[in-house]
Each structure stands twice: as structure tokens, then as C-alpha cells.
């Protein structure tokens, strides 16, 4: 069983909760992963800019950012595989510029934070990919969710 936890911190918390651990959670599935607990935490640019600075060198706000545990240790028969960082405004500009929903852009970059947690990587501007069409398959196919 897989547990994904989800805060946000100064910025509300998208709507409905349960929808999006629901939406993780059949990521995780399809994925293959079993026993994996991730934490999603939600919020504003200045927040996900300090991250990226910090972590990447990268002195700018971002979509997502995954922090991956990087260990095999479990505890209490969970995996901590790590964190999920998604700015809520980011993610409300990509939505308008791609002329998409705010639901599916969430489902992208959060699917996306869940495959690099599961150790998967793609060069920075590709658009193909084994990562990437992973992601784009595994949207196809909750996309009416």
C-alpha cells in the first residue's frame, strides 16, 4: 500500500485533496512501485525559488522540483521515496500557456515529480524521451479522470 501525503505551504491547497493522492497513488500503480510513501508539497513561486537556488543553482521559480530520498532504508515497511514540490502559480502560468486545464497541468508536473523519484531523468530540453513518453502515456491514460 502506497501513502502519499500532501501540504501546502502559502498557498491553498488545490481542490480536492483526495483526487490528487487518488491520481499519485495510480501513478505509483502503474508504475510498478508498492510500499512507497511520498509527501506533495504545494506552493508559491518565491517558496520553489529558494528551493531551486539553493539545490540546483537556479535562481528562479520552476514547476516542480523532486527530492528524491536517495536511500533503500525502510521503516515500518515504507519506502520514503522523497518529495514532491509543485508552485501552484508556476503551474497556473504553464496551464494558460499551453491552453490546457489547471487539472492536467497538475497531472503532468505531478507525475512527472513521481518518475524522478522512481530514478528516471531526461535532458533538460528534450522533448523525447524514454521519461517523457512514459509521462505522456501514463496522462493519456488518466486523462478522462
Keep these: 500500500m502506497n501513502v502519499v501525503e500532501i501540504r501546502a505551504i502559502k498557498v491553498k491547497a488545490p481542490q480536492p485533496l483526495e483526487e490528487i493522492e487518488a491520481f499519485c497513488l495510480k501513478v505509483l500503480n502503474e508504475i ?3 510500499n512507497w510513501n ?3 508539497l504545494f506552493c508559491d513561486d518565491a517558496f520553489i525559488q529558494n528551493l531551486n537556488g539553493n539545490y540546483r543553482g537556479l535562481f528562479k521559480p ?3 522540483l523532486s527530492f528524491s530520498q536517495d536511500s533503500d532504508t525502510e521503516a515500518g515497511g515504507f519506502h520514503f521515496a522523497g518529495d514532491i514540490v ?3 502559480e508556476t503551474m497556473k502560468n504553464n496551464a494558460a ?4 486545464t489547471e487539472k492536467c497541468e497538475m497531472k503532468r508536473l505531478l507525475t512527472h ?3 524522478h523519484l522512481a530514478g528516471m531523468d531526461h535532458e533538460e530540453d528534450a522533448v523525447e524521451g524514454e521519461m517523457l513518453d512514459l509521462q ?3 496522462l ?3 486523462s478522462g479522470e
Design 32 to 34: 510498478g512501485k508498492e
Design 38 to 40: 511520498v509527501s506533495v
Design 62 to 64: 520552476t514547476d516542480v
Design 86 to 88: 509543485v508552485s501552484i
Design 97 to 100: 500557456m499551453q491552453k490546457t
Design 113 to 115: 515529480g513521481l518518475l
Design 136 to 138: 505522456e502515456r501514463i
Design 140 to 142: 493519456r491514460k488518466y
